[in-house]
Protein backbone atom coordinates (compact mmCIF):
# COMPACT_ATOMS: atom_id res chain seq x y z
CA UNK A 1 0.00 0.00 0.00
CA UNK A 2 1.31 3.29 -1.21
CA UNK A 3 1.16 5.22 2.25
CA UNK A 4 2.20 8.92 1.23
CA UNK A 5 3.73 10.32 -2.18
CA UNK A 6 6.49 12.84 -2.07
CA UNK A 7 4.94 16.48 -3.68
CA UNK A 8 8.08 16.72 -5.89
CA UNK A 9 10.62 14.24 -5.79
CA UNK A 10 13.90 15.87 -6.45
CA UNK A 11 16.66 14.64 -9.59
CA UNK A 12 18.76 11.58 -8.12
CA UNK A 13 22.22 12.10 -8.07
CA UNK A 14 22.91 9.25 -6.41
CA UNK A 15 25.00 7.95 -9.73
CA UNK A 16 26.97 10.76 -9.53
CA UNK A 17 27.69 10.07 -5.68
CA UNK A 18 27.98 6.60 -6.35
CA UNK A 19 30.77 7.31 -9.08
CA UNK A 20 32.68 9.92 -7.10
CA UNK A 21 32.66 7.29 -4.29
CA UNK A 22 34.44 4.60 -6.38
CA UNK A 23 36.73 7.53 -7.98
CA UNK A 24 37.95 7.79 -4.18
CA UNK A 25 38.15 3.97 -3.97
CA UNK A 26 40.40 3.81 -7.22
CA UNK A 27 42.78 6.84 -5.77
CA UNK A 28 43.66 4.98 -2.53
CA UNK A 29 44.15 1.80 -4.26
CA UNK A 30 46.78 2.97 -6.13
CA UNK A 31 48.03 5.17 -3.31
CA UNK A 32 48.29 1.99 -1.19
CA UNK A 33 50.08 0.50 -3.86
CA UNK A 34 52.82 3.00 -4.54
CA UNK A 35 53.70 3.05 -0.72
CA UNK A 36 54.58 -0.43 -1.09
CA UNK A 37 51.29 -2.64 -0.27
CA UNK A 38 51.23 -6.05 -1.81
CA UNK A 39 47.36 -6.13 -1.77
CA UNK A 40 45.00 -3.42 -0.79
CA UNK A 41 40.85 -3.13 0.04
CA UNK A 42 38.97 0.03 -0.24
CA UNK A 43 34.95 0.26 1.47
CA UNK A 44 33.21 3.75 1.16
CA UNK A 45 30.06 4.46 2.30
CA UNK A 46 27.02 7.65 2.23
CA UNK A 47 24.20 7.13 4.10
CA UNK A 48 21.52 9.25 4.08
CA UNK A 49 18.29 9.55 6.62
CA UNK A 50 15.52 10.69 8.26
CA UNK A 51 14.01 10.05 11.50
CA UNK A 52 10.92 11.29 13.68
CA UNK A 53 9.60 10.54 16.86
CA UNK A 54 5.77 11.23 18.18
CA UNK A 55 4.47 10.92 21.64
CA UNK A 56 0.93 11.40 22.97
CA UNK A 57 0.13 13.77 19.60
CA UNK A 58 3.64 16.05 20.23
CA UNK A 59 6.83 15.97 17.91
CA UNK A 60 9.41 14.76 20.55
CA UNK A 61 12.77 14.39 18.13
CA UNK A 62 13.27 14.91 14.71
CA UNK A 63 16.62 14.06 13.31
CA UNK A 64 18.30 13.96 10.05
CA UNK A 65 21.79 12.50 9.17
CA UNK A 66 23.99 12.27 6.92
CA UNK A 67 27.05 9.75 7.23
CA UNK A 68 29.92 8.54 5.18
CA UNK A 69 33.21 6.94 6.20
CA UNK A 70 35.87 5.21 3.81
CA UNK A 71 37.78 2.53 5.41
CA UNK A 72 41.11 1.25 4.13
CA UNK A 73 42.93 -2.15 4.40
CA UNK A 74 46.35 -2.76 3.12
CA UNK A 75 48.58 -5.87 3.26
CA UNK A 76 51.94 -6.26 3.17
CA UNK A 77 52.69 -9.70 2.46
CA UNK A 78 50.97 -11.70 5.37
CA UNK A 79 50.48 -8.46 7.57
CA UNK A 80 47.83 -6.83 7.54
CA UNK A 81 46.55 -2.87 9.03
CA UNK A 82 43.42 -1.32 8.69
CA UNK A 83 42.43 2.99 9.41
CA UNK A 84 39.46 5.07 8.13
CA UNK A 85 38.51 8.53 8.10
CA UNK A 86 35.20 10.41 7.24
CA UNK A 87 37.18 13.40 5.77
CA UNK A 88 37.44 13.42 1.81
CA UNK A 89 39.77 16.13 1.44
CA UNK A 90 42.64 14.87 0.17
CA UNK A 91 45.49 15.09 2.57
CA UNK A 92 43.11 13.10 4.92
CA UNK A 93 42.54 10.26 2.45
CA UNK A 94 46.54 10.15 1.80
CA UNK A 95 47.15 10.12 5.22
CA UNK A 96 44.51 7.57 6.41
CA UNK A 97 46.29 5.17 3.66
CA UNK A 98 49.77 6.20 5.26
CA UNK A 99 48.51 5.22 8.57
CA UNK A 100 47.48 1.91 7.62
CA UNK A 101 51.05 1.01 6.02
CA UNK A 102 52.37 1.90 8.99
CA UNK A 103 50.27 -0.36 10.55
CA UNK A 104 50.70 -3.31 8.98
CA UNK A 105 54.23 -3.08 8.82
CA UNK A 106 54.13 -3.52 12.94
CA UNK A 107 51.91 -6.06 12.88
CA UNK A 108 52.54 -10.34 13.15
CA UNK A 109 52.20 -12.12 9.65
CA UNK A 110 48.52 -13.70 9.67
CA UNK A 111 48.72 -17.18 7.31
CA UNK A 112 45.29 -16.18 6.79
CA UNK A 113 45.26 -12.45 5.78
CA UNK A 114 44.67 -11.61 2.13
CA UNK A 115 42.03 -10.80 -0.17
CA UNK A 116 39.82 -13.08 -1.45
CA UNK A 117 41.23 -15.19 -4.23
CA UNK A 118 41.08 -13.26 -7.47
CA UNK A 119 38.88 -15.95 -9.34
CA UNK A 120 36.16 -15.56 -7.02
CA UNK A 121 35.43 -12.08 -7.62
CA UNK A 122 31.99 -11.23 -8.72
CA UNK A 123 31.22 -10.03 -13.00
CA UNK A 124 28.00 -9.72 -13.05
CA UNK A 125 25.99 -6.99 -11.51
CA UNK A 126 22.68 -7.44 -12.10
CA UNK A 127 19.72 -4.97 -10.91
CA UNK A 128 18.11 -6.33 -7.36
CA UNK A 129 15.39 -3.76 -7.02
CA UNK A 130 16.98 -2.69 -3.62
CA UNK A 131 16.67 1.40 -4.46
CA UNK A 132 13.84 3.07 -3.98
CA UNK A 133 14.35 6.35 -2.05
CA UNK A 134 11.69 8.10 -0.36
CA UNK A 135 12.05 11.95 -0.47
CA UNK A 136 10.06 12.30 2.84
CA UNK A 137 10.06 15.80 4.26
CA UNK A 138 9.77 16.12 8.30
CA UNK A 139 6.13 17.32 8.41
CA UNK A 140 5.06 14.55 6.43
CA UNK A 141 7.19 11.83 8.23
CA UNK A 142 5.97 13.71 11.52
CA UNK A 143 1.79 13.58 9.89
CA UNK A 144 2.55 9.83 9.67
CA UNK A 145 3.64 8.84 12.74
CA UNK A 146 1.37 11.03 14.42
CA UNK A 147 -0.94 9.20 12.11
CA UNK A 148 -0.30 5.87 13.22
CA UNK A 149 -0.20 6.45 17.17
CA UNK A 150 -3.79 7.68 16.82
CA UNK A 151 -5.08 5.09 15.04
CA UNK A 152 -3.63 3.06 17.72
CA UNK A 153 -4.77 5.35 20.75
CA UNK A 154 -8.24 5.04 19.30
CA UNK A 155 -8.78 1.43 18.57
CA UNK A 156 -9.64 0.14 22.30
CA UNK A 157 -10.45 2.09 24.75
CA UNK A 158 -8.30 -0.29 27.40
CA UNK A 159 -5.38 1.96 25.83
CA UNK A 160 -4.00 4.26 28.40
CA UNK A 161 -0.90 5.86 27.01
CA UNK A 162 1.63 5.42 24.30
CA UNK A 163 5.36 5.01 24.41
CA UNK A 164 5.51 6.93 20.50
CA UNK A 165 5.10 6.49 16.86
CA UNK A 166 7.99 7.13 14.40
CA UNK A 167 8.93 7.44 11.01
CA UNK A 168 11.93 6.79 9.13
CA UNK A 169 14.12 6.64 5.88
CA UNK A 170 17.06 5.91 4.71
CA UNK A 171 19.57 5.97 1.75
CA UNK A 172 22.81 3.83 1.63
CA UNK A 173 25.39 4.00 -0.76
CA UNK A 174 28.67 1.79 -0.57
CA UNK A 175 31.75 1.10 -2.80
CA UNK A 176 33.91 -1.78 -2.47
CA UNK A 177 37.54 -2.26 -4.54
CA UNK A 178 40.28 -4.05 -3.93
CA UNK A 179 43.74 -4.25 -6.15
CA UNK A 180 42.56 -7.57 -8.00
CA UNK A 181 40.85 -4.68 -10.53
CA UNK A 182 37.15 -5.28 -8.61
CA UNK A 183 35.09 -2.85 -8.28
CA UNK A 184 31.30 -3.28 -6.45
CA UNK A 185 28.55 -0.41 -6.25
CA UNK A 186 25.51 -0.63 -4.27
CA UNK A 187 22.48 1.28 -3.47
CA UNK A 188 19.73 0.86 -0.82
CA UNK A 189 16.87 2.31 0.99
CA UNK A 190 14.90 1.28 3.95
CA UNK A 191 12.05 3.15 5.46
CA UNK A 192 9.64 1.87 8.29
CA UNK A 193 6.65 3.37 10.82
CA UNK A 194 6.30 1.82 13.92
CA UNK A 195 3.88 2.47 17.31
CA UNK A 196 4.13 1.20 20.76
CA UNK A 197 1.46 1.16 22.81
CA UNK A 198 0.44 0.80 27.02
CA UNK A 199 -3.00 -0.61 28.29
CA UNK A 200 -4.27 -1.20 31.26
CA UNK A 201 -3.39 0.52 34.74
CA UNK A 202 -1.62 0.45 37.54
CA UNK A 203 0.59 -2.77 38.06
CA UNK A 204 -1.87 -4.32 35.70
CA UNK A 205 0.21 -2.12 32.67
CA UNK A 206 1.45 -4.36 29.34
CA UNK A 207 3.18 -2.76 26.66
CA UNK A 208 3.12 -3.60 22.69
CA UNK A 209 3.66 -2.44 19.97
CA UNK A 210 3.83 -3.19 15.66
CA UNK A 211 5.94 -1.63 12.57
CA UNK A 212 6.29 -2.34 9.24
CA UNK A 213 9.62 -2.13 7.10
CA UNK A 214 10.44 -1.93 3.48
CA UNK A 215 12.97 -1.05 1.02
CA UNK A 216 10.21 0.69 -1.01
CA UNK A 217 7.26 2.85 0.35
CA UNK A 218 4.71 1.00 -1.43
CA UNK A 219 5.41 -2.33 0.63
CA UNK A 220 4.71 -0.61 4.26
CA UNK A 221 1.64 -0.93 5.88
CA UNK A 222 -0.70 2.27 5.90
CA UNK A 223 -0.52 4.11 9.46
CA UNK A 224 -3.85 3.43 10.53
CA UNK A 225 -3.52 -0.57 10.06
CA UNK A 226 0.38 -0.65 12.17
CA UNK A 227 -1.42 1.41 14.84
CA UNK A 228 -4.50 -0.57 15.27
CA UNK A 229 -2.35 -4.04 15.21
CA UNK A 230 -0.35 -2.33 17.90
CA UNK A 231 -3.38 -1.74 19.73
CA UNK A 232 -5.00 -5.11 19.07
CA UNK A 233 -1.38 -7.15 20.55
CA UNK A 234 -0.83 -4.24 23.61
CA UNK A 235 -4.52 -5.05 24.64
CA UNK A 236 -4.08 -9.05 23.82
CA UNK A 237 -1.89 -9.26 26.74
CA UNK A 238 -3.68 -7.85 29.74
CA UNK A 239 -4.56 -9.42 33.22
CA UNK A 240 -1.74 -12.47 32.30
CA UNK A 241 -1.26 -15.51 34.26
CA UNK A 242 1.68 -17.85 35.28
CA UNK A 243 2.15 -21.25 34.56
CA UNK A 244 2.88 -24.12 36.46
CA UNK A 245 6.14 -25.59 35.37
CA UNK A 246 5.74 -28.65 32.80
CA UNK A 247 7.45 -29.94 29.64
CA UNK A 248 5.46 -29.07 26.53
CA UNK A 249 5.39 -28.14 23.08
CA UNK A 250 6.26 -24.09 21.90
CA UNK A 251 5.22 -22.70 19.11
CA UNK A 252 7.16 -19.49 18.32
CA UNK A 253 5.10 -16.79 16.93
CA UNK A 254 6.57 -15.73 13.21
CA UNK A 255 8.83 -12.63 14.54
CA UNK A 256 10.46 -14.28 17.58
CA UNK A 257 10.92 -17.71 15.80
CA UNK A 258 13.93 -16.64 13.13
CA UNK A 259 15.50 -15.83 16.55
CA UNK A 260 16.31 -19.96 16.23
CA UNK A 261 17.30 -19.20 12.81
CA UNK A 262 19.79 -16.98 14.26
CA UNK A 263 21.21 -19.24 16.57
CA UNK A 264 22.30 -21.38 14.13
CA UNK A 265 23.62 -19.45 12.17
CA UNK A 266 26.11 -18.34 14.76
CA UNK A 267 26.90 -21.92 15.68
CA UNK A 268 27.31 -22.53 11.76
CA UNK A 269 29.74 -19.02 11.37
CA UNK A 270 33.23 -18.95 10.50
CA UNK A 271 34.29 -16.89 13.66
CA UNK A 272 32.46 -19.23 16.12
CA UNK A 273 33.90 -22.17 14.32
CA UNK A 274 37.86 -21.16 14.03
CA UNK A 275 37.80 -19.89 17.29
CA UNK A 276 36.04 -23.89 18.17
CA UNK A 277 33.09 -21.64 20.57
CA UNK A 278 30.49 -23.51 18.86
CA UNK A 279 28.03 -26.47 20.27
CA UNK A 280 27.76 -27.45 15.86
CA UNK A 281 31.73 -28.27 14.93
CA UNK A 282 32.34 -30.75 12.61
CA UNK A 283 28.57 -30.83 11.85
CA UNK A 284 28.42 -30.49 8.16
CA UNK A 285 26.82 -33.27 6.68
CA UNK A 286 25.18 -34.55 9.78
CA UNK A 287 21.23 -34.22 10.17
CA UNK A 288 20.33 -31.82 12.66
CA UNK A 289 16.38 -31.19 11.82
CA UNK A 290 12.91 -33.58 10.89
CA UNK A 291 14.11 -34.72 7.03
CA UNK A 292 11.42 -32.68 5.57
CA UNK A 293 13.24 -29.35 7.35
CA UNK A 294 14.91 -26.94 4.46
CA UNK A 295 17.10 -23.76 4.67
CA UNK A 296 17.79 -21.50 1.21
CA UNK A 297 19.81 -19.38 0.95
CA UNK A 298 19.29 -16.62 -1.90
CA UNK A 299 21.23 -13.66 -2.31
CA UNK A 300 19.90 -12.43 -5.99
CA UNK A 301 16.25 -12.25 -4.73
CA UNK A 302 15.07 -9.16 -6.60
CA UNK A 303 14.08 -6.66 -3.33
CA UNK A 304 15.10 -8.77 -1.01
CA UNK A 305 15.90 -6.82 2.18
CA UNK A 306 19.28 -8.47 1.79
CA UNK A 307 20.30 -8.97 -1.61
CA UNK A 308 23.76 -8.45 -3.15
CA UNK A 309 25.66 -10.15 -6.08
CA UNK A 310 28.78 -9.67 -3.93
CA UNK A 311 30.05 -10.17 -0.33
CA UNK A 312 32.42 -7.92 1.94
CA UNK A 313 35.40 -9.46 0.06
CA UNK A 314 33.91 -8.81 -3.93
CA UNK A 315 33.10 -12.87 -3.81
CA UNK A 316 30.31 -13.54 -6.35
CA UNK A 317 27.32 -14.45 -4.27
CA UNK A 318 25.14 -17.82 -5.65
CA UNK A 319 21.82 -19.47 -4.60
CA UNK A 320 22.96 -22.11 -2.00
CA UNK A 321 21.41 -24.97 0.13
CA UNK A 322 22.40 -24.23 4.20
CA UNK A 323 20.25 -26.74 5.06
CA UNK A 324 18.65 -29.71 2.92
CA UNK A 325 16.20 -32.15 4.02
CA UNK A 326 17.07 -31.85 7.56
CA UNK A 327 20.90 -32.14 6.59
CA UNK A 328 23.47 -29.02 7.74
CA UNK A 329 25.01 -28.54 4.02
CA UNK A 330 27.83 -25.95 4.84
CA UNK A 331 29.24 -23.65 6.63
CA UNK A 332 28.88 -19.62 6.91
CA UNK A 333 32.27 -18.20 5.43
CA UNK A 334 34.16 -15.40 4.71
CA UNK A 335 37.30 -15.48 2.91
CA UNK A 336 39.72 -15.36 6.21
CA UNK A 337 37.62 -17.58 8.77
CA UNK A 338 37.62 -19.85 5.69
CA UNK A 339 41.36 -19.95 5.60
CA UNK A 340 41.30 -20.94 8.82
CA UNK A 341 39.19 -23.53 8.90
CA UNK A 342 41.11 -24.82 5.55
CA UNK A 343 37.75 -24.55 3.83
CA UNK A 344 36.21 -22.37 0.60
CA UNK A 345 34.65 -19.11 1.54
CA UNK A 346 30.80 -19.76 0.89
CA UNK A 347 30.39 -16.38 -0.02
CA UNK A 348 29.33 -15.16 3.68
CA UNK A 349 31.89 -12.08 4.18
CA UNK A 350 29.91 -9.92 5.82
CA UNK A 351 27.03 -12.67 7.32
CA UNK A 352 24.37 -14.01 5.22
CA UNK A 353 22.24 -12.63 2.92
CA UNK A 354 17.93 -13.89 2.06
CA UNK A 355 17.04 -16.95 4.07
CA UNK A 356 13.78 -18.87 3.57
CA UNK A 357 13.38 -21.66 5.59
CA UNK A 358 10.78 -24.29 4.14
CA UNK A 359 7.19 -24.37 5.42
CA UNK A 360 5.03 -27.47 5.83
CA UNK A 361 1.99 -26.39 7.60
CA UNK A 362 -0.62 -23.39 7.48
CA UNK A 363 -0.63 -20.33 9.98
CA UNK A 364 -0.45 -19.82 13.57
CA UNK A 365 -3.47 -20.82 14.40
CA UNK A 366 -3.43 -24.02 12.26
CA UNK A 367 -0.13 -25.03 13.87
CA UNK A 368 -1.59 -24.20 17.52
CA UNK A 369 -4.68 -26.59 16.50
CA UNK A 370 -2.13 -28.98 15.30
CA UNK A 371 -0.50 -28.65 18.38
CA UNK A 372 -3.69 -29.01 21.02
CA UNK A 373 -1.88 -27.67 24.40
CA UNK A 374 1.78 -25.89 25.27
CA UNK A 375 2.56 -22.03 25.16
CA UNK A 376 2.88 -19.58 22.05
CA UNK A 377 5.83 -17.30 22.60
CA UNK A 378 5.48 -13.70 21.37
CA UNK A 379 8.40 -12.10 23.19
CA UNK A 380 11.66 -13.35 24.19
CA UNK A 381 13.80 -11.47 27.24
CA UNK A 382 17.66 -12.06 28.07
CA UNK A 383 20.43 -13.48 26.27
CA UNK A 384 20.57 -17.18 27.91
CA UNK A 385 21.91 -19.15 25.04
CA UNK A 386 25.35 -20.90 25.21
CA UNK A 387 26.79 -20.71 22.11
CA UNK A 388 29.56 -23.94 22.96
CA UNK A 389 27.18 -26.11 24.22
CA UNK A 390 23.33 -25.32 23.11
CA UNK A 391 22.04 -25.00 25.88
CA UNK A 392 18.70 -22.41 25.92
CA UNK A 393 17.31 -20.56 28.36
CA UNK A 394 15.58 -17.31 28.24
CA UNK A 395 12.97 -15.24 29.71
CA UNK A 396 9.25 -15.38 27.64
CA UNK A 397 5.93 -13.96 27.61
CA UNK A 398 3.15 -14.90 25.34
CA UNK A 399 -0.21 -16.89 25.06
CA UNK A 400 -1.59 -20.53 26.36
CA UNK A 401 -2.88 -23.17 24.15
CA UNK A 402 -5.78 -25.32 24.91
CA UNK A 403 -8.01 -27.70 22.98
CA UNK A 404 -5.97 -26.06 19.98
CA UNK A 405 -7.29 -22.81 20.61
CA UNK A 406 -5.28 -20.04 21.88
CA UNK A 407 -6.42 -18.81 25.40
CA UNK A 408 -4.77 -17.00 27.70
CA UNK A 409 -1.40 -14.40 28.04
CA UNK A 410 0.71 -15.20 30.44
CA UNK A 411 4.07 -13.95 31.18
CA UNK A 412 7.14 -14.47 34.34
CA UNK A 413 8.33 -17.91 32.71
CA UNK A 414 11.48 -19.37 31.28
CA UNK A 415 11.27 -21.89 28.60
CA UNK A 416 14.61 -23.52 28.57
CA UNK A 417 16.31 -26.84 26.32
CA UNK A 418 19.24 -27.50 24.15
CA UNK A 419 19.39 -26.23 20.63
CA UNK A 420 20.51 -29.66 19.47
CA UNK A 421 17.42 -31.38 21.02
CA UNK A 422 15.00 -28.07 20.10
CA UNK A 423 16.45 -28.53 15.91
CA UNK A 424 15.74 -31.92 16.08
CA UNK A 425 12.35 -32.11 17.57
CA UNK A 426 10.85 -29.09 15.20
CA UNK A 427 7.25 -30.35 13.92
CA UNK A 428 5.76 -27.51 11.84
CA UNK A 429 7.08 -24.75 10.28
CA UNK A 430 4.53 -21.91 9.25
CA UNK A 431 3.44 -20.29 5.88
CA UNK A 432 2.95 -17.07 8.26
CA UNK A 433 6.21 -15.35 7.22
CA UNK A 434 7.21 -12.56 8.88
CA UNK A 435 8.32 -10.41 6.05
CA UNK A 436 10.29 -7.80 7.99
CA UNK A 437 13.61 -9.70 8.04
CA UNK A 438 16.11 -11.13 5.91
CA UNK A 439 15.50 -14.51 7.44
CA UNK A 440 11.72 -15.37 5.98
CA UNK A 441 10.50 -17.92 8.35
CA UNK A 442 7.12 -18.84 9.79
CA UNK A 443 5.74 -19.58 12.96
CA UNK A 444 8.11 -22.96 14.67
CA UNK A 445 6.69 -25.42 16.51
CA UNK A 446 9.20 -26.94 18.84
CA UNK A 447 7.94 -30.36 20.19
CA UNK A 448 8.83 -30.34 23.58
CA UNK A 449 10.53 -27.81 25.89
CA UNK A 450 10.86 -26.79 29.88
CA UNK A 451 8.49 -24.12 30.62
CA UNK A 452 9.35 -23.08 34.24
CA UNK A 453 7.01 -20.99 36.01
CA UNK A 454 5.63 -19.56 39.01
CA UNK A 455 2.93 -21.88 39.91
Not at 439 to 449: H, P, T
Amino acid sequence: MNVISPEVAPADDSLQRLEQLADISQRLLERARALGATQAEVSCSDERGLDVNVRLGEVETVEATRDRGIAVTVYFGQRKGSASTADLREDSLESTVAQACAIARHTEDDDAAGLADAALMARQFPDLDGWHPWELSADQAVDLALACEAAGREADGRISNSDGASAATAQSLSVYANSHGFIGRERSSHHSIGCALIAGQGDGMQRDGWYSSALAREDLESPAAIGRHAAARTVARLQPRSMATAQMPVLYAPEVARSLIGHLLGAVSGGALYRRASFLLDSVGTRLFPDWFGIEELPLLRRGLRSSAFDGDGVATRNAALVSDGVLQRYVLGSYSARKLGLPTTGNAGGVHNLQVRANAGDLAAIARQMGEGLLVTELMGQGVNGVTGDYSRGAGGFRVENGEITYPVDGITIAGNLRDMFASIEAVGTDVDRRSHVQVGSILVGRMTVAGND
